[in-house]
């Protein structure tokens, strides 16, 4: 029988793509796979870990007993790497590394959303603060020890980049790294990720993907809870347009139909955008290889300028009307106080975490054991905080 054949991954991509053959490698040297490429493997560990299956129960916007349709932060993951992936696929990128990097993007973040994250952030303050992005690196680097061989998941330098720098770079200049987080220098003293270049086009794409659905999805969200209403989002000029077209074809349709159309069709539009003002980027650019986009000294995966702005006016109107809708401030007020409450008693009194947490607090520093509390709180679900802050205040029962 002839031996099983895979497809060529380095099969029309630009030449500024992540080339499979070509990866920086490992930190842990491990002998290659015959039947997936480098990034598929990154990919396939990525989704494996536990760290994936936890974004399940923890916050995009509404915690997780709200209701069912909401998104989480794996349902929100999902739909970044689908649309990073048609993005990678429209510019002859490494799909697989985009895949792989929006699937892991939020690793780091802690439950409740962006106010679980400020409010471990100002209690280990006096320690270094708290940073998501920085604790995503942590995450697939220490936390997930999985394997007997190494420690993490041990993923390419490629894909390690896109992670730590999908935002740009992490500082202005070669060798200025002082005022980075912590959990990133305690790294790079390792592996240097080169965090003064921006990162591939693939992890561009990556994030580029996360705006796009962050906000039309939190739109979404939004209307279907009630917090925001159709007539109030049509003052936002890119929604209007996209409403008047709705109506124009269709006429009177059912609200959820509406809500769908509406989100699809700025997803689409989105998309477009980005696709041909990159292609616009890199032909005045030209990049031969990938280090060419890294040292382009700008994002070569952007919105237009215009869109860029109506974009952000999308942004402000979400956080005016939905992120500090009463309701969702309710939300965030207890959300706060469960992280704060946490951190507080587990660094007190460690004896209250579990047996193999406290194990690792032996001999550590008052800055190690900030840092270890922080990262047992930015690994719970929202469902385990809770309940891990009722088993520990609520005086009325002694459950264990």
């Known amino acids: 029988m002839a031996d099983f054949e895979i497809f060529n991954p380095e099969q029309n991509l630009a030449p500024y793509a992540l080339i499979p053959g070509k990866s920086r490698g490992r930190l842990h040297n491990e002998t290659e796979s015959h039947r997936r490429s480098e990034y598929q493997r990154d990919r396939d560990r990525i989704i494996h870990s536990g760290a994936f299956r936890k974004l399940k129960h923890k916050t995009q916007v509404f915690v997780h007993h709200v209701g069912d349709y909401y998104r989480t932060r794996l349902t929100h993951s999902i739909e970044v790497a689908q649309i990073g992936r048609s993005i990678a696929r429209n510019l002859g990128l490494n799909e697989d590394v985009t895949e792989a990097l929006a699937l892991a993007h939020d690793f780091g973040h802690t439950p409740f959303g962006h106010v679980g994250e400020e409010a471990l952030d100002e209690a280990i303050k006096p320690y270094g603060g708290f940073d998501h992005n920085a604790q995503s690196l942590r995450v697939v680097t220490i936390l997930e020890n999985r394997y007997a061989d190494f420690p993490g998941l041990n993923l390419t330098w490629d894909t390690l980049e896109g992670l730590a720098k999908h935002n740009g770079p992490l500082v202005a200049y070669e060798g200025d790294t002082k005022e980075l987080h912590v959990n990133f220098n305690r790294y790079l003293e390792q592996h240097d990720l080169e965090p003064h270049t921006y990162a591939s086009a693939e992890a561009q794409a990556a994030a580029i993907a996360d705006d796009i659905a962050y906000n039309s999805h939190d739109l979404a969200d939004g209307l279907r809870a009630g917090l925001i209403t159709l007539e109030q989002v049509a003052e936002v000029p890119l929604v209007r347009k996209k409403l008047k077209d709705i109506v124009d074809n269709y006429g009177k349709i059912e609200k959820g139909q509406m809500h769908h159309e509406l989100t699809r069709r700025l997803i689409a539009?989105?998309?477009?955008?980005?696709?041909?003002?990159?292609?616009?980027?890199?032909?005045?650019?030209?990049?031969?290889?990938?280090?060419?986009?890294?040292?382009?000294?700008?994002?070569?995966?952007?919105?237009?300028?215009?869109?860029?702005?109506?974009?952000?006016?999308?942004?402000?109107?979400?956080?005016?009307?939905?992120?500090?809708?009463?309701?969702?401030?309710?939300?965030?007020?207890?959300?706060?106080?469960?992280?704060?409450?946490?951190?507080?008693?587990?660094?007190?009194?460690?004896?209250?975490?579990?047996?193999?947490?406290?194990?690792?607090?032996?001999?550590?520093?008052?800055?190690?054991?900030?840092?270890?509390?922080?990262?047992?709180?930015?690994?719970?679900?929202?469902?385990?905080?809770?309940?891990?802050?009722?088993?520990?205040?609520?005086?009325?029962?002694?459950?264990?």
């Open 269 to 400: 539009q989105m998309v477009n955008d980005v696709t041909i003002h990159s292609q616009i980027n890199l032909k005045a650019l030209a990049p031969e290889t990938v280090d060419d986009i890294r040292g382009a000294g700008k994002a070569m995966i952007d919105f237009s300028e215009n869109m860029r702005n109506q974009d952000n006016i999308l942004k402000k109107f979400l956080m005016k009307n939905m992120y500090r809708h009463y309701k969702v401030n309710r939300m965030s007020s207890k959300a706060r106080r469960v992280v704060t409450d946490l951190f507080n008693l587990y660094l007190v009194e460690p004896e209250c975490l579990p047996t193999e947490w406290q194990k690792s607090l032996e001999n550590a520093t008052a800055s190690e054991r900030a840092r270890r509390v922080a990262d047992f709180i930015a690994g719970m679900t929202d469902r385990f905080a809770l309940l891990e802050h009722q088993r520990l205040f609520d005086t009325s029962t002694f459950e264990l």
